[in-house]
């Protein structure tokens, strides 16, 4: 993480204290308040990655009243519920620095967690429901009103060709390293098409999704363990269910950490499988098309697919998007996606039973 003069930027909010480095996120800067009441978390937006944070925030501002709104009419706590933003003094949503460094301020959201693997299968059949309520919750929001944040954020075929780019470039001077890994992603190029394919043909409807359903951007109540808040709204957009679905499976289903190195212990683990899929479909079945219950298990791994390939596009370019705690981290990534990717193409057909029992 950079420097930044913390004090002054937290300053400019309605609130007092300072804040250390927080969370593992791979793109934002995050920061918890040390020691005062309310808590609050303080984030640096990634402007490399979002390009235009203001719109990020402009999403955030009406997704956020949205959802509050739904919570208070369902007699919901819309504290813990979800995301709620602290204005600065000028009443403003976020502060942008001299330099154009933007800041965003939340309240902390007390007596819950995020996990980076599941620790109680129930949880996970928790989270399900919970982002299934998310996307419910939005289904009439105007998607006409949201910018999209990141352009073609989970069109395969796009995340495709940016692969194949970062090939021919070869900017970082790895690719003799990696051979392996460029000839399993290559290999794959048909499925890359099937989910654009069938939201531009209609069998599979766009939406309004989170698109970035990892395990560790949803709060577990310490108490109920119960879901209780999707967080990291920045990728909020019109997208297809399928990729919160299998999004959420592709990190949520391994049981080892997403930069494993011993990959013996990475694979796709069919009972929290089974698990999410069934808090998935008793939330969201009847709204669901033929298509989309028919790729359910597809869309798994395809959102495992698409993490590999974006993470080894990055390693390829030399780490210029997720952040990095040592040089081989995005391929380290890159290995646990494609490791998890095989194993779920040996257990489709077992997925497909677990998604049928279900229906
Ligand atoms: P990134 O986009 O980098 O993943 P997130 O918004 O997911 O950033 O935040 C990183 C981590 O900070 C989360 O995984 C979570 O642990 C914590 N966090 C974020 N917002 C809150 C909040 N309002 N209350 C409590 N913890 C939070
Ligand atoms: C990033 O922000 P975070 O850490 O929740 C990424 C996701 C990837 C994920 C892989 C905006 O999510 O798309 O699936 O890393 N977010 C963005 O762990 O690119
Ligand atoms: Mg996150």
Do not use: W
């Not at 798994?300 to 993470?311: D, P």
């Not at 990095?324 to 489709?348: A, G, S, W, Y």
Request: proline residues 4%; aromatic residues 10%; negative net charge.
């Amino acid at each position: 993480m950079a420097d930044y003069n913390l004090k002054e930027i937290i300053g400019k909010f309605d609130v007092t204290d300072g804040a250390t480095p927080y969370g593992k996120g791979h793109i934002n800067d995050t920061y918890l308040s040390n020691a005062c009441d309310p808590r609050f978390i303080l984030q640096r937006i990634n402007n490399n990655v979002f390009k235009r944070p203001q719109d990020v925030m402009e999403n955030i501002v009406r997704v956020t009243a949205h959802l509050k709104k739904k919570i208070i009419e369902e007699g919901g706590d819309p504290k813990r519920e979800t995301l709620n933003l602290i204005k600065t003094y000028e009443g403003e949503p976020y502060y942008v620095t001299p330099k154009g460094d933007y800041f965003r301020m939340y309240e902390f959201i007390e007596g819950a967690q995020t996990y980076e693997i599941v620790e109680e299968p129930v949880h996970f059949y928790n989270a399900a429901k919970a982002f299934a309520k998310f996307q419910k919750r939005l289904a009439d929001f105007p998607a006409e009103k949201l910018h999209e944040t990141i352009p073609s954020f989970h069109d395969t075929t796009v995340r495709f060709q940016q692969l194949k780019e970062a090939i021919k470039k070869n900017a970082a001077g790895r690719l003799d390293s990696v051979k392996e890994e460029v000839e399993f992603a290559l290999a794959r190029e048909k499925d890359v098409s099937v989910i654009v394919d069938a939201i531009a043909d209609g069998s599979v409807p766009l939406r309004v999704t989170h698109n970035d359903t990892k395990y560790n951007n949803i709060m577990i109540d310490d108490e109920t363990g119960l879901g209780i808040c999707v967080i990291d709204l920045d990728t909020v957009m019109p997208g297809s269910l399928l990729y919160d679905y299998g999004d959420s499976l592709r990190f949520g289903t391994n049981p080892a950490d997403e930069d494993e190195k011993d990959l013996s212990k990475v694979y796709c683990d069919l009972n929290l499988f089974e698990q999410f899929t069934k808090g998935y479909m008793e939330e969201l079945k009847d709204v669901m098309t033929e298509r989309e219950k028919e790729l359910l298990p597809f869309s798994a791994k395809l959102m495992t697919y698409e993490c590999g390939i974006r993470f080894l596009a990055d390693y390829l370019d030399g780490d210029t998007y997720f952040k990095i705690k040592r040089p081989e981290h995005n391929l380290d990534r890159c290995r646990t996606q494609f490791k998890l990717v095989k194993d779920m193409e040996e257990k489709e057909n077992l997925m497909k039973e677990i998604v049928k029992k279900y229906d």
